[in-house]
């Protein structure tokens, strides 16, 4: 597709780089949302300077050894990265919030059987501790595209809050979004934002793709994010692509892999 230099077409998302920082954090509040996501406020002096400028940001958290309790943070030096005897064991998670004059980040943790991150997060109290590293980089999508489409399941609800949220004030511009659950107490954790209306679809992957399929192209003028379980990903971006999307507007990410 040929990009178009009207003045009226909003510039391309922009990449940007951050310094790579361990921090350690403390649990400072912790509430159960929607029934099934665990929101956790962290606070701690080592946040002075985080940032975190794309709505889908990833951040790693370091969990304390299962055996131990031990906490082990990593160090930066000129060589690279020391973890030590032991490398701790860490999952990806977006940040919701970050109150940089309170030092305090907010990050919703959603609740699944057998998770590691799941399990610590239910039982996580005041002055628990925590490790954790990034964003190495964001990708900064602008919010003033006329015309926006979201597409994600549990894993990808707090990058989607984020971005409504941020999306708000932009009246003017045409939002859908269509999330894949498999448990419809999710639905929920977006009640409180009236300004968008979702699309709640159950987990099927025939039945989100032939969604997909048949949801209209955008103007140009438009970005598009589709995360969730990897191979339903690159399928639905295949087909996008296909139908001639504009790859520079459409964000495409693995949150998970079926096993």
Request: proline share 7%; net charge negative; hydrophobic share 40%.
């Amino acid at each position: 597709m040929q990009h178009s230099t009207s003045p009226d077409i909003t510039p391309l998302p922009t990449r940007v780089r951050n310094a790579l920082v361990f921090r350690q954090i403390t649990v400072k509040q912790a509430d159960t949302v929607a029934g099934c996501f665990r929101r956790i406020v962290f606070h701690g002096e080592q946040l002075n300077g985080f940032s975190s400028a794309g709505f889908d940001d990833h951040i790693k958290i370091f969990f304390p050894d299962r055996e131990t309790g031990e906490l082990h943070l990593p160090q930066v030096t000129p060589e690279g990265i020391v973890w030590g005897d032991k490398r701790p064991a860490a999952r990806d998670y977006t940040p919701l919030h970050f109150d940089a004059a309170a030092n305090e980040l907010t990050v919703d943790f959603f609740i699944h059987a057998q998770g590691l991150a799941s399990d610590w997060a239910v039982g996580a109290k005041p002055g628990d501790a925590l490790a954790m590293g990034g964003p190495r980089g964001s990708l900064v999508v602008p919010e003033t595209y006329a015309h926006q489409i979201y597409l994600c399941d549990e894993s990808g609800l707090p990058a989607l809050r984020r971005r409504l949220l941020a999306l708000a004030p932009h009246q003017h511009i045409q939002v859908t979004a269509i999330v894949s659950v498999h448990r419809p107490e999710v639905k929920a954790y977006l009640a409180d934002l009236g300004h968008v209306q979702c699309e709640w679809l159950p987990a099927d992957a025939a039945q989100l793709s032939a969604r997909m399929a048949a949801l209209p192209l955008p103007p140009e003028d438009s970005f598009m994010w589709i995360t969730g379980e990897g191979s339903l990903v690159k399928t639905i971006s295949d087909q996008l692509l296909e139908r001639g999307a504009d790859a520079d507007r459409l964000r495409a990410v693995a949150y998970w892999h079926q096993k």
